[in-house]
């Protein structure tokens, strides 16, 4: 199933398979790309940030953002 990063569960895993181009050199720069295994580490509530892991290093990222990036997660 693919969802918007932001809609992940606490310590749910996928693969990162979209971007849109705006976005897409920024996050390619932090070592986000399709194709990358992520984890949802955690997310603030009240519409704060999330983290996630991407190979051992933890990114936040701005709930406006992680509404655009597309994972695809097992149910």
Known sequence: M????????YN?????VGINNELR???AGM????????????REPLK???VIQVDH????LG???ADKLIVEVDE
């Open 25 to 27: 050199l920024h996050l």
């Open 63 to 65: 709930i406006g953002i």
């Open 31 to 42: 070592g986000l790309r399709a194709g990358k295994k992520i984890k949802m580490i955690t």
């Open 2 to 9: 693919r969802i918007s990063i932001d809609r992940m569960k």
């Open 57 to 60: 290093a933890s990114i936040s």
């Open 48 to 50: 704060g940030p999330v």
């Open 12 to 16: 749910q895993e996928g693969v990162f």
